[in-house]
């Protein structure tokens, strides 16, 4: 792989993983939240990949295998089902409405640029330049968690805070111990299979998803 591609193919492939976690924000069906989620996880393997490819390291390529598997395919199908079944599936009243969170997402995208300047500035490589990408997904991942009432949101808004680490774990270090990523994609899909019972239980219990009205629910 060229240079000049090697760089366009990381550039655009984390630019899809900081677009993705905006798309979460701008759409308010959760079936189009969780496909955006598995595009994204599509997207952070890739990145994995290509650096694999261009440092030819065999366990990076694994690794990125393993990302396209688990937070591509796996974790989206079983938050998919929980979506499926339930038939209140969008965003109706989000704390903070569509066009407030873009606003919220261009600046914590600034932010992030800011806040990470001195750590590119030490890691002057293609990879290096596009931590912010990394760190800005994580905010916004932060963010989605705050404004977003109903359950399988806030569980994606945790899944891009979870993505965001591991990009600027990528971009920093040119990934991690494949055991390293294997324990924490098993954590994770743990937590969401834990998640996804949960969900489930609520639904047949409560028949609803919504945080703010199993609260009321409660009082």
Same mark, same amino acid.
């Given at each position: 792989?060229?240079?000049?591609?090697?760089?366009?193919?990381?550039?655009?492939?984390?630019?899809?993983?900081?677009?993705?976690?905006?798309?979460?924000?701008?759409?308010?069906?959760?079936?189009?939240?969780?496909?955006?989620?598995?595009?994204?996880?599509?997207?952070?393997?890739?990145?994995?990949?290509?650096?694999?490819?261009?440092?030819?390291?065999?366990?990076?390529?694994?690794?990125?295998? *393993?990302?396209?598997?688990?937070?591509?395919?796996?974790?989206?199908?079983?938050?998919?089902?929980?979506?499926?079944?339930?038939?209140?599936?969008?965003?109706?009243?989000?704390?903070?409405? =569509?066009?407030?969170?873009?606003?919220?997402?261009?600046? *914590?995208?600034?932010?992030?640029?800011?806040?990470?300047?001195? @750590?590119?500035?030490?890691?002057?490589?293609?990879?290096?330049?596009?931590?912010?990408?990394?760190?800005?997904?994580?905010?916004?991942?932060?963010?989605?968690?705050? @404004?977003?009432?109903?359950?399988?949101?806030?569980? =994606?808004?945790?899944?891009?805070?979870?993505?965001?680490?591991?990009?600027?774990?990528?971009?920093?270090?040119?990934?991690?111990?494949?055991?390293?990523?294997?324990?924490?994609?098993?954590?994770? *899909?743990?937590?969401?299979?834990?998640?996804?019972?949960?969900?489930?239980?609520?639904?047949?219990?409560?028949?609803?998803?919504?945080?703010?009205?199993?609260?009321?629910?409660?009082?």
């Amino acid at each position: 792989m060229s240079g000049s591609a090697y760089a366009s193919s990381l550039e655009i492939a984390s630019g899809v993983v900081l677009v993705c976690a905006v798309v979460t924000l701008w759409r308010r069906s959760l079936s189009a939240i969780v496909k955006a989620l598995a595009v994204q996880g599509v997207a952070l393997g890739v990145v994995a990949l290509i650096l694999g490819v261009g440092k030819h390291d065999g366990v990076l390529i694994a690794v990125a295998c *393993l990302v396209i598997a688990a937070k591509g395919v796996v974790i989206p199908a079983l938050l998919g089902r929980v979506v499926a079944g339930d038939p209140a599936s969008r965003e109706a009243a989000p704390i903070v409405n =569509v066009p407030a969170s873009l606003v919220g997402a261009g600046a *914590l995208t600034f932010l992030a640029y800011g806040a990470t300047g001195s @750590v590119v500035a030490l890691i002057p490589t293609t990879a290096g330049r596009l931590i912010p990408l990394g760190f800005a997904t994580m905010l916004i991942g932060y963010f989605a968690m705050a @404004v977003r009432r109903k359950a399988v949101s806030q569980i =994606v808004g945790l899944l891009l805070v979870d993505n965001g680490i591991a990009l600027v774990a990528f971009l920093a270090t040119a990934g991690v111990p494949l055991l390293v990523e294997l324990g924490a994609s098993l954590d994770v *899909l743990l937590a969401v299979v834990v998640l996804r019972v949960l969900a489930a239980q609520m639904w047949s219990k409560f028949g609803v998803l919504d945080l703010d009205e199993m609260r009321e629910l409660h009082d």
